[in-house]
């Protein structure tokens, strides 16, 4: 066995909904570099269609939808409507920096429709359509806000759990049909959700300072989980949570003793 193949994606059909920014773009472009047959899909469809240009003019195949997560039915049609899917990538997510007893009713509806019930209706569609074919990669972003949480992230934090829960009942569930399902849990990010963050610099600090690295990721630093996950190279990985986030997780933080 040449190991270097574990990674080779070429001629494979992966859909990337979130491509049209951040970490799904990023991803998008990491997985073309791979040999992978990229469908962008996103929101906002100039976003999808600049992202999928971009990996056209590097000789890449590639091609833009827009897609509403929270949207059923538009979810089902983009899925039916691939030649074929070997593997799928969903990063969109929402959030309201509030406290529990802050947020309104429709907040609350908002984040859940997008975070939980749009990822809940991709899993359905892709999930679906993978045990029908025996086989399949899906990854979908958590977060370290499933396992950990501070005041305001109440909501978003309750999102990205049962995303991972939705993801290992996935696993167990698709397993016997060769689907496997995994999910990755950033930490701190600098894309478009966390803009409100870095524009206040000692909350920006604080952030960067809990990470062991002392510092921020950028969205391509996501991109080798990403790989892994979608490749043979993670062949027998399924239901698992994949942190990367800078050691956030590892290290209490709040205080350096003198030793």
Known sequence: MNYRD???LSGRHVLVIGAGSGIGRASAKGLADFGAIVTAADANLE????????LAE????ASAARVDITDEGQVAALVDGMP????????????????LTDVTADEFTRVIDVNLRGSFNVMKAAGTTMAA???GSMVFFSSIRSQVVEPGQGVYAATKAGTLQMIRALAAELGPKGVRAN??????VETPLTEQIKQQPDWYRAYADKSALGRWSQPSELVGAVVYLVSD???FVTGSLLYVDGGWTAQDGRFVPPL
């Open 6 to 8: 574990l990674f080779d």
């Open 47 to 54: 976003a999808a269609r600049a992202t999928a240009a971009e």
């Open 58 to 61: 590097l000789g890449y195949e």
């Open 84 to 99: 074929r899917l070997d593997a799928l990538v969903c990063t969109p997510s929402i959030n309201v920096r509030k406290r």
């Open 133 to 135: 074919q025996g086989k």
């Open 183 to 188: 999910a990755i849990a950033p930490g701190v």
């Open 233 to 235: 190279a993670a062949s």
